[in-house]
């Protein structure tokens, strides 16, 4: 290894230590109690480290936010894609996936509660659309091609699903009985997919 590849994986380690650090911190306290010295104490690099990878708190709150966002995507993507069941049973075991995700606390703190507030709603909601929209998107595609549902609008009935996925998130991160409302966010959007499927012949 050379000393350029060891210098960069060290500037990695740093940068991935700033990120799952503002995780944890902007997870357990919040944006706006979150100090830039608390990140890197936490992370142990210097606070000039920080600002060497990032130019400020919410850039790195947009990189926790990326950061989460990805995990969760990933987790799901694989929910979708393999397994023994049909691409029906794997698209509804995706929904209901997504709608238990919406309990997690990194996921709930800051992609529903203070992505939109951090970073405006125009951005926020453009990152939404980055990440969790294309599986939306790729999941309609794939029951569609399966000839499960019908061959419906797929730009128009993915922006509907994802609307009523995204409203569901906001429901469950604000109710006062949490499982409750997962079931029920649940049970409405499984139902809505059921309304677009193909009866047998």
Do not use: N
């Not at 010295?37 to 926790?64: C, I, M, N, P, W």
């Not at 698209?91 to 997504?98: C, L, M, Q, S, T």
């Amino acid at each position: 290894m050379t000393a350029q590849s060891r210098k960069a994986d060290y500037s990695e380690s740093t940068r991935q230590a700033l990120v799952d650090s503002a995780v944890s911190l902007f997870t357990e306290g919040g944006y706006a109690a979150t100090s830039l010295d608390a990140v890197a104490r936490r992370a142990r690099v210097t606070k000039g480290a920080l600002y060497h990878h990032f130019s400020g708190k919410q850039a790195l709150f947009e990189a926790a936010f990326d950061a989460v966002e990805v995990a969760v995507m990933t987790r799901l993507g694989q929910v979708v894609a393999g397994g023994p069941e049909g691409v029906w049973d794997r698209a509804i075991r995706g929904v209901k996936a997504y709608v238990r995700v919406c309990l997690e606390p990194a996921y709930q703190r800051i992609v529903i509660h203070e992505g939109p507030v951090v970073m405006g709603w125009e951005r926020w909601r453009a990152a939404e659309e980055h990440f969790s929209f294309g599986l939306v998107r790729a999941v309609l595609e794939s029951l569609i091609a399966a000839g499960e549902i019908d061959e419906l609008p797929i730009e128009t009935t993915s922006r509907i699903l994802f609307g009523a996925l995204s409203m569901g998130a906001a429901i469950i991160a604000d109710a006062h009985d949490p499982e409750r409302a997962v079931s029920e966010v649940s049970t409405t959007v499984v139902r809505v997919l059921e309304g677009m499927r193909r009866t047998a012949s």
